[in-house]
Nanobody, 122 residues
């Protein structure tokens, strides 16, 4: 069982930055594929970024967000720059212990964090 704990959400003005963190339990974190998804009110959960052997971004955040990991700390980060009001959502960290084929699909991940709210004001 892998437990994920997110932090770093909050309220920020448009154009600002936030960094989300997600710390995972488990002794083989370096083998996990990790991802961030987000869900705006009334919307489905959508892929944001993933890190496994490579890094992937959704088109909507490419060039503004950066995913990274520190295997020594069992932590994955999401640096969010140039935030827009449409980035407002609950952000969820996800993990799977063996890298899947479809990194952008929520169904590929076995473990989820509780979510952290990001609100971007205009």
């Amino acid at each position: 069982q892998v437990q994920l704990v997110e932090s770093g959400g909050g309220l920020v003005q448009a154009g600002g930055s936030l960094r989300l963190s997600c710390t995972a339990s488990g002794r083989t974190f370096s083998n996990y594929a990790m991802a961030w998804f987000r869900r705006a009110p009334g919307m489905e959960r959508k892929f944001v970024a993933a890190i496994s052997r490579s890094i992937y971004y959704s088109d909507s955040v490419k060039g503004r967000f950066a995913i990274s990991r520190d295997n020594a700390k069992n932590t994955v980060y999401l640096q969010m720059n140039s935030l827009k009001p449409e980035d407002t959502a609950a952000y969820y960290c996800a993990a799977v212990t063996s890298p899947p084929n479809a990194l952008g699909s929520p169904s590929s991940y076995d473990y989820w964090g509780q979510g952290t709210q990001v609100t971007v004001s205009s």
